[in-house]
């Protein structure tokens, strides 16, 4: 079959299950263009390029398929670059094409011209440059394969404009010839009996699932484990959904805002099972005061991510979705009602200093979070921003439901959610699906509610409003002299900013007025945006500060301390 | 210590970039890097010394792995290899100093491979000890230009590189 560049692209797309891609047009890209409505496949036109990485991306996690972002060479493709950032630090699979000059400008400071392979080098599980139409297909074939396979991650290709252009003889390779790719196969079989034997005997172990378990689909597997091994399980920010957060061994999400209950299972535990956790430093804290009593387990898809931040006593290479169904036949029934009980009695105490126990009519973002799990019953996609309000999500909305919280972590990328969310409702067209952002980030991307509105899409956006740039006035209140240098943020009239862009919305200044906002949103059938103007200086607690050990936590005050 | 770790590798643009660029953003503490043809065509061969300990070096070998263009990956430390490295130095002579380089050369068994009325080209292959101690020698002499090309390594015996290359990594029992 004879077709140019641009058809082998949108065909070998169309052969991967490529129905939806996220992009903006350019004169590097304009063959690509032109020969996309020959295809079945939607193009959903951003309004900046980094929305676009950020739909695909949230379209992936949403999905398990690879996302497909679209863009210009030059500045289309800078454009990309947080979004690819975004998407490798959390491990999911995205692929980027890009435009590039014509083959024989390469190299001459072009029109537009910018050598994105070479910056998106460390950003990238891989990528390519195509200059010969020849391998266009072996590299479309190639690319989808990296970002899906083993530890997934983004993948760019850059292809010449003059190769979009040319024709040539198309055929799409089947198998994909890799050697240097390597998905690991080793044998687990004696990994898998040390841990079980190390797990039975434990008497304070503890679990804690990432992002890992969910991208190899074994949520499943998990709780199986957890109720055969009766043994609790921590979750990290992105590990959120990997076992329902209603399941009683289920402690919550860990780390720098984690439960006090939480982190102190995490440094008061003999044993530490890391189940596809990278151990990042918002999750450990200092590495040297990680897991004081803990001999630690570290299975990982990665082989690269063993003894890198935390040198472990196990080490267990292998993907989740083989590894946990070889542990669960060994592990055995053991009773943990003293660890159990003890967990027990310092949840009840976290509990007591819950804000929500609190009288008071102030608007605190909590109660808004708490009042969007009970208007849902959780039974929606929540895609949160970064900041304050990524943390209050995490801590107050109940997730349990599997991938059913996309969010940045690893890069902590102000401006996600709401590109994020458009790629979610593409991936998953029948669920309702939710931004929770601040007043900061979602200006960020704030002109991607016109994408919004052309796609038909039915999301709903709930801003925490508090005037800051509240994480950093946090910090700047806790461990900088109160001095709030550069974080008081003016935004707009957010309502009638929606309005403008023809979004129905809400402003909420009192606490009454919560519910009966959100069930307005929940019940209406296009998208709606319900600006909170929350209580401004409300923080984020539990904390560990920064450099502390993680069971070092400044916690609420108790409920009857509380003003 | 330090560590050799030699990798094979796709021989394509960008690829040396890729492998530099990693040793760059980990922060590595690389000695020396030197690329060259392999006994495969299309595949090159490079020797890398990496300062560290046992986990440095462990995280090198796992990322260099993770290089889709990297196709195998050895430490060659703890095997007997062949160890060696090439250097060209120019140092200056005079009528009066000319003999004394050339028998300094000979007793290294360096050659001569330039003469001009002021300098002497040495070229000598061997060890990093051994280079280190000509180079310390000619020094006084006056060294005008150097140039090592950095450690290339392979395995004594056997039949090539064949023997298995680093699997899975291995957790330290060490404490924490
Ligand atoms: C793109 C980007 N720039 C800067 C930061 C640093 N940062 C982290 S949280 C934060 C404040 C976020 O403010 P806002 O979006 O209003 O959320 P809040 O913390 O107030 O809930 C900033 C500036 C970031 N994470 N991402
Ligand atoms: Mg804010």
């Known amino acids: 079959m004879r077709l140019t560049g641009a058809q082998m692209v949108w065909e070998s797309l169309v052969r991967e299950g490529v129905d939806t891609v996220f992009g903006i047009s350019g004169g590097a890209v304009i063959h690509l263009y032109h020969a996309l409505p020959e295809y079945p496949i939607h193009h959903v036109l951003m309004r900046h390029e980094q929305a676009a990485a950020h739909a695909a991306d949230g379209y992936a996690r949403a999905t398990g398929k690879v996302g497909v972002c679209l863009a210009t060479s030059g500045p289309g493709a800078t454009n990309l670059v947080t979004g690819l950032a975004t998407a490798y630090m959390d491990s999911s699979p995205v692929v980027a094409i890009t435009g590039q000059v014509a083959t024989p400008f390469i190299g001459t400071d072009a029109f537009q011209e910018v050598d994105i392979t070479g910056i998106t080098l460390p950003i990238t599980k891989h990528n390519y440059l195509v200059t010969d139409i020849r391998e266009l297909p072996v590299v479309i074939k190639q690319a989808f394969h990296i970002a899906r396979t083993g530890r997934?991650?983004?993948?760019?290709?850059?292809?010449?404009?003059?190769?979009?252009?040319?024709?040539?003889?198309?055929?799409?390779?089947?198998?994909?010839?890799?050697?240097?790719?390597?998905?690991?196969?080793?044998?687990?079989?004696?990994?898998?009996?040390?841990?079980?034997?190390?797990?039975?005997?434990?008497?304070?172990?503890?679990?804690?699932?990432?992002?890992?378990?969910?991208?190899?689909?074994?949520?499943?597997?998990?709780?199986?484990?957890?109720?055969?091994?009766?043994?609790?399980?921590?979750?990290?920010?992105?590990?959120?959904?990997?076992?329902?957060?209603?399941?009683?061994?289920?402690?919550?999400?860990?780390?720098?805002?984690?439960?006090?209950?939480?982190?102190l299972a995490m440094s008061e535990a003999d044993l530490i099972v890391s189940l596809g956790c990278r151990f990042d430093d918002r999750l450990t804290g200092p590495v040297s005061q990680f897991g004081r009593q803990a001999r630690i387990i570290?299975?990982?898809?990665?082989?690269?991510?063993?003894?890198?931040?935390?040198?472990?006593d196990l080490?267990?290479?292998?993907?989740?979705?083989?590894?946990?169904?070889?542990?669960?036949?060994?592990v055995e029934e053991r009773n943990r009602d003293e660890w159990l009980a003890r967990i027990g009695e310092w949840r009840e105490d976290s509990a007591k200093r819950d804000i929500l126990g609190r009288e008071s009519d102030d608007l605190v973002p909590q109660y808004v979070?708490?009042?969007?799990?009970?208007?849902?019953?959780?039974?929606?996609?929540?895609?949160?921003?970064?900041?304050?309000?990524?943390?209050?999500?995490?801590?107050?909305?109940?997730?349990?439901?599997?991938?059913?919280?996309?969010?940045?972590?690893?890069?902590?990328?102000?401006?996600?959610?709401?590109?994020?969310a458009i790629g979610v409702q593409f991936g998953l067209p029948h669920e309702q699906v939710w931004v929770t952002a601040g007043d900061g980030g979602f200006q960020m991307n704030i002109q991607e509610l016109a994408t919004v509105v052309q796609e038909k899409l039915p999301i709903k956006i709930a801003i925490l409003n508090n005037g800051y740039l509240g994480m950093v006035r946090q910090w700047q209140q806790l461990f900088f002299e109160g001095r709030?240098?550069?974080?008081?943020?003016?935004?707009?009239?957010?309502?009638?900013?929606?309005?403008?862009?023809?979004?129905?919305?809400?402003?909420?200044?009192?606490?009454?007025?919560?519910?009966?906002?959100?069930?307005?949103?929940?019940?209406?059938?296009?998208?709606?945006?319900?600006?909170?103007?929350?209580?401004?200086e409300e923080n984020v607690y539990p904390m560990v500060a920064p450099g502390a050990p993680i069971h070092t936590m400044i916690r609420r005050p108790e409920a009857s301390e509380q003003g | 210590m330090k560590h050799t770790v030699v990798a094979l590798m796709e021989d394509k643009p960008g690829v040396l970039n890729?492998?530099?660029?990693?040793?760059?953003?980990?922060?590595?503490?690389?000695?020396?890097?030197?690329?060259?043809?392999?006994?495969?065509?299309?595949?090159?061969?490079?020797?890398?010394?990496?300062?560290?300990?046992?986990?440095?070096?462990?995280?090198?070998?796992?990322?260099?792995?993770?290089?889709?263009?990297?196709?195998?990956?050895?430490?060659?430390?703890?095997?007997?290899?062949?160890i060696r490295e090439l250097a060209l130095i120019k140092v200056k002579a005079t009528a009066g100093t000319r003999t004394e380089i050339m028998e300094l050369a000979n007793v290294f068994r360096a050659r001569i491979v330039d003469v001009s009325a002021t300098s002497l080209t040495?070229?000598?292959?061997?060890?990093?000890?051994?280079?280190?101690?000509?180079?310390?020698?000619?020094?006084?002499?006056?060294?005008?230009?150097?140039?090592?090309?950095?450690?290339?390594?392979?395995?004594?015996?056997?039949?090539?590189?064949?023997?298995?290359?680093?699997d899975a990594p291995q957790a330290t029992s060490e404490s924490k």
């Open chain 2, 18 to 82: 890729r492998v530099s660029g990693l040793f760059r953003r980990r922060n590595y503490n690389i000695e020396s890097l030197s690329v060259g043809h392999s006994e495969t065509p299309g595949i090159s061969r490079m020797t890398v010394v990496v300062e560290g300990d046992e986990r440095v070096v462990d995280q090198v070998i796992h990322q260099l792995e993770k290089l889709i263009n990297v196709t195998q990956v050895f430490n060659v430390t703890h095997q007997p290899t062949v």
């Open chain 2, 122 to 166: 040495v070229e000598i292959t061997g060890p990093e000890e051994k280079v280190n101690s000509l180079i310390g020698l000619l020094r006084p002499y006056g060294i005008e230009e150097l140039a090592r090309t950095g450690r290339v390594a392979m395995v004594r015996g056997g039949n090539g590189h064949s023997d298995e290359p680093d």
């Open chain 1, 369 to 420: 979070i708490r009042q969007l799990w009970y208007a849902t019953q959780g039974n929606v996609v929540v895609v949160s921003d970064v900041g304050q309000n990524q943390m209050w999500e995490a801590q107050y909305f109940i997730h349990h439901r599997r991938r059913a919280l996309i969010s940045s972590g690893g890069l902590g990328t102000m401006g996600f959610a709401l590109p994020a």
């Open chain 1, 152 to 263: 997934p991650g983004p993948v760019l290709i850059d292809i010449a404009k003059d190769v979009q252009a040319a024709q040539g003889e198309y055929q799409y390779p089947d198998e994909v010839h890799l050697p240097g790719h390597r998905v690991p196969r080793n044998d687990i079989s004696s990994p898998v009996q040390q841990a079980a034997r190390m797990l039975n005997e434990a008497r304070r172990p503890l679990l804690i699932a990432g992002h890992g378990v969910i991208l190899a689909g074994a949520e499943h597997a998990l709780v199986q484990l957890v109720e055969k091994a009766n043994v609790p399980v921590v979750t990290t920010l992105l590990g959120i959904g990997a076992i329902p957060e209603t399941h009683p061994l289920c402690l919550g999400m860990a780390g720098m805002h984690g439960e006090a209950y939480t982190n």
């Open chain 1, 315 to 330: 080490a267990l290479v292998g993907d989740l979705k083989d590894v946990l169904p070889a542990l669960i036949p060994l």
């Open chain 1, 484 to 536: 709030y240098s550069g974080t008081p943020l003016l935004g707009p009239d957010f309502a009638q900013v929606a309005a403008a862009y023809g979004i129905p919305g809400l402003t909420v200044r009192e606490k009454s007025e919560v519910e009966p906002a959100i069930a307005r949103a929940v019940h209406s059938d296009g998208p709606f945006l319900i600006d909170f103007r929350i209580v401004q």
């Open chain 1, 298 to 312: 570290h299975v990982d898809i990665d082989s690269a991510e063993i003894n890198k931040n935390v040198v472990v």
